[in-house]
């Protein structure tokens, strides 16, 4: 993507590029599990059961 402003840019910049790319998928992340939660009517209740849910396939 950087290379479409075939600019040269900073160590700094670079950083400061890739917190930007962190923070939006973050926030992607945190709007998808809002929808869910909401589209699912989830409570704490069901969340802390998906904490100590374990659903690993076990390996023989």
Known sequence: MLK???RPISNQQEEDIKQLLVDYF???ID???ERIWDEKAMTLEDLDKALVTHKRTKYQ
């Open 4 to 6: 479409i402003f075939e």
């Open 26 to 28: 973050a926030r992607q």
């Open 31 to 33: 709007i998808e599990m």
